[in-house]
């Protein structure tokens, strides 16, 4: 298997091209901030721990919705199907259509928009955030957890939203 070492450049760009075609599950993550709403769509999210029930994700700046997300006190990880795709370009792209009535918004009690169509929703509240580079990651505690109605998982690879289906009736999960 041919490896890439030569330059930072090169690194970069060979780090890219390798996850760019590793398929990653689409969240939305939400927050209401003094100035209103705010959202993104991520790729970055991972289940961490169960005790406390925690979860990971990276945003790549601290501005924006990104930074509205890093200051607010809690938010919401919306796992998303590809009933949801629509609403995942919408907050992929600066200057999307977003919180719209048409997209079924709600509000959780504590006031965080909420996305009932997602498979999952998940209040959360930052435990540490670690820079690295231009981006942050985030590892936080879930506080809460509604369960919608799971359908065909929507995914991220090679720059393209996909769905899929199970690889077979009896497949069996990686060990950890």
């Not at 999952?120 to 990651?137: E, F, K, P, Y």
């Amino acid at each position: 298997m041919p490896s890439t070492t030569a330059s930072a450049t090169d690194l970069t760009a060979a780090f890219k091209d390798a996850f760019r075609t590793h398929p990653a599950g689409i969240a939305l993550i939400t927050a209401q901030t003094p100035d209103g709403p705010v959202g993104l769509t991520a790729s970055s999210v991972a289940s961490v721990g169960l005790e406390p029930a925690a979860l990971a994700f990276s945003v790549t700046r601290a501005t924006g919705s990104a930074g509205g997300i890093l200051q607010a006190e809690s938010y919401v990880v919306h796992l998303l199907d590809h009933a949801q795709l629509e609403i995942a370009q919408q907050f992929a792209i600066s200057g999307g259509e977003r919180f719209t009535s048409a997209q079924g918004w709600d509000r959780l009690a504590t006031g965080e928009p909420y996305l009932p169509a997602a498979r999952a929703a998940l209040r959360a509240r930052t435990i540490q955030s670690i820079t690295v580079g231009a981006s942050t990651l985030v590892l936080a505690e879930v506080r809460e957890v509604h369960l919608g109605t799971p359908s065909e998982p929507l995914i991220y690879r090679d720059r393209t939203f996909h769905s899929i289906g199970p690889a077979h009736e009896h497949s069996t999960p990686p060990s950890s």
